[in-house]
Protein backbone atom coordinates (compact mmCIF):
# COMPACT_ATOMS: atom_id res chain seq x y z
CA UNK A 1 0.00 0.00 0.00
CA UNK A 2 1.87 3.46 -1.04
CA UNK A 3 1.21 5.78 1.25
CA UNK A 4 3.07 8.46 -0.02
CA UNK A 5 6.18 10.06 -2.19
CA UNK A 6 8.92 11.97 -1.38
CA UNK A 7 10.01 14.79 -4.37
CA UNK A 8 13.57 16.06 -4.27
CA UNK A 9 14.30 19.19 -6.69
CA UNK A 10 17.78 20.31 -6.56
CA UNK A 11 19.13 23.41 -8.95
CA UNK A 12 22.27 22.40 -10.28
CA UNK A 13 22.88 25.31 -12.69
CA UNK A 14 25.48 27.09 -10.54
CA UNK A 15 27.31 23.66 -10.23
CA UNK A 16 27.39 23.18 -14.09
CA UNK A 17 28.38 26.84 -14.77
CA UNK A 18 30.96 26.37 -12.81
CA UNK A 19 32.29 23.48 -14.41
CA UNK A 20 31.33 25.20 -17.43
CA UNK A 21 33.96 27.71 -16.67
CA UNK A 22 36.78 25.00 -15.15
CA UNK A 23 36.58 23.26 -18.85
CA UNK A 24 37.15 26.69 -20.51
CA UNK A 25 39.72 27.75 -18.41
CA UNK A 26 42.02 24.58 -18.76
CA UNK A 27 41.47 24.77 -22.84
CA UNK A 28 42.21 28.80 -22.86
CA UNK A 29 45.36 27.90 -21.01
CA UNK A 30 46.17 25.03 -23.34
CA UNK A 31 45.67 27.31 -26.31
CA UNK A 32 47.44 30.47 -25.59
CA UNK A 33 50.12 27.52 -24.03
CA UNK A 34 50.88 26.35 -27.65
CA UNK A 35 52.70 29.11 -29.51
CA UNK A 36 55.22 29.54 -27.25
CA UNK A 37 55.71 26.16 -26.50
CA UNK A 38 56.12 25.82 -30.40
CA UNK A 39 58.74 28.31 -30.47
CA UNK A 40 60.70 26.96 -27.63
CA UNK A 41 60.72 23.66 -29.59
CA UNK A 42 61.56 25.45 -32.83
CA UNK A 43 64.79 26.95 -31.70
CA UNK A 44 65.85 24.39 -29.12
CA UNK A 45 66.18 21.93 -32.20
CA UNK A 46 67.48 24.46 -34.49
CA UNK A 47 70.30 25.53 -32.12
CA UNK A 48 71.16 21.53 -31.38
CA UNK A 49 71.83 21.14 -34.76
CA UNK A 50 75.68 23.26 -34.39
CA UNK A 51 75.40 25.48 -36.67
CA UNK A 52 75.89 28.48 -34.33
CA UNK A 53 79.14 27.01 -33.17
CA UNK A 54 77.90 26.06 -29.78
CA UNK A 55 79.73 23.75 -27.48
CA UNK A 56 79.16 20.20 -26.49
CA UNK A 57 78.34 20.93 -23.36
CA UNK A 58 75.73 23.48 -24.38
CA UNK A 59 74.11 21.67 -27.26
CA UNK A 60 73.16 18.84 -24.84
CA UNK A 61 71.32 21.41 -22.66
CA UNK A 62 69.72 22.78 -25.69
CA UNK A 63 68.38 18.81 -26.54
CA UNK A 64 67.20 19.14 -22.66
CA UNK A 65 65.06 22.61 -23.33
CA UNK A 66 64.07 20.37 -26.31
CA UNK A 67 62.52 17.41 -24.72
CA UNK A 68 60.48 18.86 -22.07
CA UNK A 69 59.10 21.12 -24.44
CA UNK A 70 57.89 17.83 -26.46
CA UNK A 71 56.73 16.76 -23.26
CA UNK A 72 54.92 20.24 -22.31
CA UNK A 73 53.57 19.81 -26.36
CA UNK A 74 52.01 16.29 -25.39
CA UNK A 75 50.42 17.23 -21.72
CA UNK A 76 49.13 20.24 -23.77
CA UNK A 77 47.66 18.51 -26.59
CA UNK A 78 46.28 16.16 -23.66
CA UNK A 79 44.97 18.58 -21.53
CA UNK A 80 42.61 20.19 -24.88
CA UNK A 81 41.41 16.69 -26.13
CA UNK A 82 40.21 16.19 -22.33
CA UNK A 83 38.46 19.36 -22.24
CA UNK A 84 37.18 19.14 -25.61
CA UNK A 85 36.36 15.57 -24.42
CA UNK A 86 34.36 16.63 -21.48
CA UNK A 87 32.37 19.74 -22.49
CA UNK A 88 31.12 18.93 -25.99
CA UNK A 89 31.71 15.35 -26.40
CA UNK A 90 31.86 13.91 -29.32
CA UNK A 91 32.75 16.13 -32.24
CA UNK A 92 32.82 14.04 -35.61
CA UNK A 93 29.44 12.27 -37.03
CA UNK A 94 29.02 8.36 -35.95
CA UNK A 95 29.76 6.43 -39.44
CA UNK A 96 30.81 2.98 -40.46
CA UNK A 97 34.13 2.04 -39.00
CA UNK A 98 36.43 -1.02 -40.35
CA UNK A 99 37.05 -2.13 -37.12
CA UNK A 100 40.12 -4.64 -37.81
CA UNK A 101 41.31 -1.54 -40.60
CA UNK A 102 41.34 0.77 -37.85
CA UNK A 103 43.07 -1.41 -35.04
CA UNK A 104 45.66 -2.15 -37.41
CA UNK A 105 46.40 1.30 -38.62
CA UNK A 106 46.78 2.49 -35.08
CA UNK A 107 49.05 -0.34 -34.68
CA UNK A 108 51.63 1.43 -37.23
CA UNK A 109 52.14 3.74 -34.79
CA UNK A 110 53.78 1.78 -32.27
CA UNK A 111 55.67 -0.93 -35.00
CA UNK A 112 58.96 0.24 -33.82
CA UNK A 113 59.01 -0.13 -30.41
CA UNK A 114 57.06 -3.77 -31.20
CA UNK A 115 59.81 -4.77 -33.07
CA UNK A 116 62.83 -3.35 -31.04
CA UNK A 117 61.16 -5.00 -27.46
CA UNK A 118 60.59 -8.10 -29.63
CA UNK A 119 56.47 -7.88 -28.50
CA UNK A 120 53.90 -10.13 -30.28
CA UNK A 121 50.63 -8.43 -31.04
CA UNK A 122 47.55 -10.92 -31.43
CA UNK A 123 44.55 -9.17 -33.09
CA UNK A 124 41.31 -10.77 -33.36
CA UNK A 125 37.71 -9.32 -34.57
CA UNK A 126 34.40 -11.15 -34.67
CA UNK A 127 32.77 -11.14 -38.00
CA UNK A 128 29.52 -9.43 -36.44
CA UNK A 129 31.67 -6.49 -35.51
CA UNK A 130 34.08 -6.09 -38.58
CA UNK A 131 31.61 -3.21 -39.51
CA UNK A 132 31.04 -0.89 -36.58
CA UNK A 133 28.71 2.38 -36.07
CA UNK A 134 30.81 4.81 -34.34
CA UNK A 135 32.91 8.03 -33.98
CA UNK A 136 36.00 7.18 -35.88
CA UNK A 137 38.10 9.70 -33.89
CA UNK A 138 36.83 8.82 -30.34
CA UNK A 139 37.43 5.07 -30.62
CA UNK A 140 40.69 5.64 -32.53
CA UNK A 141 41.96 7.74 -29.49
CA UNK A 142 40.67 4.69 -27.15
CA UNK A 143 42.75 2.18 -28.98
CA UNK A 144 45.53 4.49 -29.64
CA UNK A 145 46.40 4.92 -25.82
CA UNK A 146 45.50 1.18 -24.52
CA UNK A 147 47.47 -0.07 -27.43
CA UNK A 148 50.21 2.39 -26.43
CA UNK A 149 50.49 1.60 -22.36
CA UNK A 150 50.33 -2.15 -23.56
CA UNK A 151 53.14 -1.48 -25.54
CA UNK A 152 54.95 1.10 -22.91
CA UNK A 153 53.97 -1.20 -20.20
CA UNK A 154 55.15 -4.32 -20.82
CA UNK A 155 58.57 -5.68 -21.16
CA UNK A 156 60.98 -7.28 -23.61
CA UNK A 157 59.25 -10.39 -25.51
CA UNK A 158 55.57 -9.43 -23.88
CA UNK A 159 52.10 -10.10 -25.34
CA UNK A 160 49.23 -8.23 -26.65
CA UNK A 161 46.03 -9.12 -27.70
CA UNK A 162 43.46 -7.06 -29.07
CA UNK A 163 40.09 -8.81 -28.87
CA UNK A 164 36.37 -7.68 -30.69
CA UNK A 165 33.75 -9.75 -30.13
CA UNK A 166 29.70 -9.56 -28.68
CA UNK A 167 28.66 -10.82 -25.36
CA UNK A 168 25.37 -10.92 -23.80
CA UNK A 169 22.38 -8.45 -25.06
CA UNK A 170 24.59 -7.46 -28.18
CA UNK A 171 27.41 -5.98 -26.01
CA UNK A 172 30.53 -5.09 -28.30
CA UNK A 173 33.49 -6.17 -25.77
CA UNK A 174 36.96 -4.67 -26.99
CA UNK A 175 39.66 -5.82 -24.68
CA UNK A 176 43.13 -4.75 -25.11
CA UNK A 177 45.57 -7.26 -22.99
CA UNK A 178 49.01 -7.57 -21.94
CA UNK A 179 51.38 -9.92 -20.05
CA UNK A 180 53.70 -6.67 -18.75
CA UNK A 181 54.02 -5.18 -15.07
CA UNK A 182 50.60 -5.48 -14.20
CA UNK A 183 49.36 -2.68 -11.37
CA UNK A 184 48.84 -3.26 -7.91
CA UNK A 185 45.06 -3.50 -6.80
CA UNK A 186 45.60 -0.90 -4.21
CA UNK A 187 45.60 1.44 -7.71
CA UNK A 188 42.63 0.11 -9.54
CA UNK A 189 40.15 2.19 -8.43
CA UNK A 190 41.88 6.02 -8.99
CA UNK A 191 43.48 4.58 -12.57
CA UNK A 192 40.91 6.65 -14.80
CA UNK A 193 41.25 9.72 -12.65
CA UNK A 194 43.30 12.71 -14.15
CA UNK A 195 46.69 12.62 -13.23
CA UNK A 196 46.84 9.53 -11.57
CA UNK A 197 50.03 7.08 -12.27
CA UNK A 198 50.81 4.19 -10.73
CA UNK A 199 54.53 5.03 -10.93
CA UNK A 200 55.32 8.83 -11.70
CA UNK A 201 58.90 8.26 -12.23
CA UNK A 202 58.19 5.27 -15.02
CA UNK A 203 55.39 7.26 -16.27
CA UNK A 204 57.74 10.26 -17.32
CA UNK A 205 60.51 8.28 -18.29
CA UNK A 206 58.33 6.54 -20.84
CA UNK A 207 56.59 9.84 -22.25
CA UNK A 208 53.50 9.35 -20.52
CA UNK A 209 51.28 12.67 -19.45
CA UNK A 210 49.18 10.98 -16.89
CA UNK A 211 45.68 11.83 -18.79
CA UNK A 212 45.18 8.79 -21.09
CA UNK A 213 42.97 6.80 -19.14
CA UNK A 214 40.78 9.99 -18.03
CA UNK A 215 40.87 10.73 -21.86
CA UNK A 216 39.72 7.27 -22.83
CA UNK A 217 37.14 7.27 -20.09
CA UNK A 218 35.02 10.34 -21.22
CA UNK A 219 35.21 8.77 -24.64
CA UNK A 220 34.33 5.35 -23.76
CA UNK A 221 31.32 6.94 -21.91
CA UNK A 222 30.45 9.72 -24.83
CA UNK A 223 30.63 6.50 -27.16
CA UNK A 224 27.94 4.79 -25.00
CA UNK A 225 29.61 2.54 -23.02
CA UNK A 226 32.26 2.08 -20.19
CA UNK A 227 35.97 0.95 -19.57
CA UNK A 228 36.60 -1.45 -16.96
CA UNK A 229 40.40 -2.70 -15.56
CA UNK A 230 41.82 -5.97 -14.78
CA UNK A 231 44.71 -6.50 -13.58
CA UNK A 232 47.41 -8.94 -11.70
CA UNK A 233 50.86 -7.38 -10.59
CA UNK A 234 53.55 -9.50 -12.59
CA UNK A 235 50.86 -11.27 -14.77
CA UNK A 236 49.16 -8.35 -16.79
CA UNK A 237 46.77 -6.47 -17.91
CA UNK A 238 43.57 -6.39 -19.58
CA UNK A 239 41.88 -2.57 -20.64
CA UNK A 240 38.27 -3.70 -21.81
CA UNK A 241 35.72 -1.22 -23.27
CA UNK A 242 31.99 -2.32 -23.30
CA UNK A 243 29.69 -0.69 -26.16
CA UNK A 244 25.99 -1.38 -25.82
CA UNK A 245 24.57 -2.63 -28.92
CA UNK A 246 22.25 0.16 -29.67
CA UNK A 247 25.37 2.48 -29.87
CA UNK A 248 27.24 0.28 -32.15
CA UNK A 249 25.10 -1.70 -34.76
CA UNK A 250 25.04 -0.85 -38.00
CA UNK A 251 21.73 1.49 -39.13
CA UNK A 252 21.10 1.05 -42.63
CA UNK A 253 21.15 4.92 -43.37
CA UNK A 254 24.31 5.76 -41.83
CA UNK A 255 27.33 6.69 -44.31
CA UNK A 256 30.22 4.35 -45.16
CA UNK A 257 33.42 5.64 -44.53
CA UNK A 258 35.82 4.17 -47.50
CA UNK A 259 38.74 2.32 -46.02
CA UNK A 260 37.27 2.44 -42.81
CA UNK A 261 39.04 5.33 -40.22
CA UNK A 262 40.12 8.35 -40.03
CA UNK A 263 38.06 10.47 -43.04
CA UNK A 264 35.33 11.69 -40.83
P1 LIG B 1 50.43 7.71 -18.69
O1 LIG B 1 50.46 8.82 -19.66
O2 LIG B 1 51.23 7.96 -17.46
O3 LIG B 1 50.66 6.38 -19.32
P2 LIG B 1 47.65 6.88 -18.39
O4 LIG B 1 46.50 7.68 -17.91
O5 LIG B 1 47.61 6.36 -19.78
O6 LIG B 1 48.92 7.78 -18.13
O7 LIG B 1 47.86 5.68 -17.37
C1 LIG B 1 47.86 5.94 -15.96
C2 LIG B 1 48.81 4.99 -15.24
O8 LIG B 1 48.27 3.67 -15.28
C3 LIG B 1 50.18 4.88 -15.88
O9 LIG B 1 51.04 5.86 -15.39
C4 LIG B 1 50.63 3.49 -15.49
O10 LIG B 1 51.22 3.52 -14.20
C5 LIG B 1 49.32 2.72 -15.38
N1 LIG B 1 49.04 1.86 -16.57
C6 LIG B 1 48.23 2.17 -17.61
N2 LIG B 1 48.17 1.16 -18.50
C7 LIG B 1 48.97 0.18 -18.01
C8 LIG B 1 49.32 -1.15 -18.45
N3 LIG B 1 48.85 -1.66 -19.60
N4 LIG B 1 50.17 -1.87 -17.66
C9 LIG B 1 50.65 -1.36 -16.49
N5 LIG B 1 50.35 -0.12 -16.02
C10 LIG B 1 49.52 0.64 -16.76
Redesign the pocket.
Known sequence: KVIGAAVLLMDRTEVWRLERVRQDFVANVSHELRTPIAAIRGWSETLATGEFGMTDFAKEQVLTINRHAERLTALVN?LLTLARAESVGLQGRLVEVRLRVLIDEVLTHFAEEIESKQMRVTVSVAAEVERIHTEPRALEYVLR??I???V???LDEGEVFITAEVRKKGRLRLS?R?T????DKQ?LPR??ERF?????G???A???????????KHFAQALGGDVK?Y?EVGE??E?VVRLPRESWEVQPNVAAVPGGVGAA
Open positions: DNLENAKYSVDGQGIHLFYRVDKRSRVGGTGLGLAIVVSGSF
